[in-house]
């Protein structure tokens, strides 16, 4: 069978929303999937408008294997910081074919707001 996912990925609508004060922190995250049998080195770019682009992130995700990067993590973006409540875009190449799927968990309004969505 052939494996599944594309090595370019594009997340158009990201804003990394504040933890807030309930029991489910606010978060956005990048779920990786890799089908193939060799390791995926991916280089992650973020897009701004109103400054440079940031491209010094890098994921790896074992063959066969998921992986979750949050991006309230600093330790999931390579030490960066991604700011809060800012518009940005995501750009994902890899090494190897993987499917990217995006979520953002919201909690600043009284109705919980949780989305996903695959990345183009």
Same mark, same amino acid.
């Given at each position: 069978? +052939?494996?599944? $996912?594309?090595?370019?990925?594009?997340?158009?609508? *990201?804003?990394?929303?504040? !933890?807030?004060?309930?029991?489910?922190?606010?978060?956005?995250?990048?779920?990786?999937?890799?089908?193939?049998?060799?390791? &995926?080195?991916?280089?992650?770019?973020?897009?701004? +408008?109103?400054?440079? &682009?940031?491209?010094?992130? #890098?994921?790896?995700? !074992?063959?066969?294997?998921?992986? *979750?990067?949050?991006?309230?993590?600093?330790?999931?973006?390579?030490?960066?910081?991604?700011?809060?409540?800012?518009?940005? +875009?995501?750009?994902?190449?890899?090494?190897?074919?993987?499917?990217?799927?995006? $979520?953002?968990?919201?909690?600043?309004? #009284?109705?919980? +707001?949780?989305? #996903?969505?695959? &990345?183009?």
């Amino acid at each position: 069978m +052939a494996t599944v $996912g594309k090595k370019n990925w594009i997340v158009p609508d *990201c804003e990394l929303p504040p !933890e807030g004060e309930g029991v489910l922190k606010g978060h956005e995250s990048v779920i990786v999937v890799n089908d193939t049998n060799k390791t &995926a080195n991916i280089k992650v770019t973020l897009f701004f +408008a109103d400054k440079d &682009a940031y491209e010094n992130i #890098t994921w790896t995700v !074992e063959p066969k294997r998921v992986r *979750c990067f949050r991006m309230n993590n600093s330790d999931d973006m390579s030490g960066y910081i991604v700011p809060l409540e800012t518009q940005y +875009a995501m750009k994902i190449e890899s090494s190897q074919k993987i499917v990217v799927q995006y $979520g953002r968990l919201d909690n600043r309004q #009284t109705n919980l +707001a949780y989305y #996903t969505t695959l &990345a183009y």
